[in-house]
């Protein structure tokens, strides 16, 4: 489990920022745990602004929602530059399907922190080949904290890291759920594309 850093010796005037990337697979629990780290930082009263690509309407129109149905409330932004438009004065940035936004994300994260801001970001570090899932190779080298969580394989039973689609669609960005995607280890990932 992720524990926030400690800020030190470091005077709450002169905040430091920083980013932290929550990655896996589908069903991996990312949005969970960028919830969790985010009502944490209400509970502390930190400001926090959230924000998904308007893009994802899967499971609610504006809210950040987990597999699990747990939610919080958010901002849907088309482009990434809106975010700095919208970030305002907060203390603490969430920003959930990372993978969904343009390259600027990567951009935009560093500025969020470079002007104090906690920034946590959760999204798909490989796409439905196997791939790395642009931007987050990006997001993940410029992170101060990267976590990595992993789902249970729909076929076997053991740690699954890999999001086997379960369609033949060949297109990069299909928004879908249990019906169009499955967790995999690797071996039943690699079965699977024979």
Known sequence: MFIEPSIGKTPQREKKGHIEVICGSMFSGKTEELIRRLNRALIARQKVEIFKPAIDRRYHD???????????????????????????????????????????????ASQLAQSGKRVILAGLDMDFEGRPFEPMPQLMAIAEYVT?????????????????????AKEKVMLGEKETYEARCRKCFYEGLR
Not at 62 to 88: C, W, Y
Not at 150 to 167: E, W
């Open 62 to 108: 504006k809210d950040v929602v987990s597999h699990n149905e747990n939610a919080i409330r958010s901002t849907p932004v088309q482009f990434a530059d809106d975010i700095m438009l919208l970030a305002g004065n907060c203390d603490v940035v969430g920003i959930d399907e990372v993978q969904f936004f343009d390259p600027q994300i990567v951009s935009v």
């Open 148 to 168: 990595k969580v992993h789902a249970i394989c729909m076929k076997c039973g053991d740690l699954a890291s890999f999001s086997y689609r379960l369609s033949p």
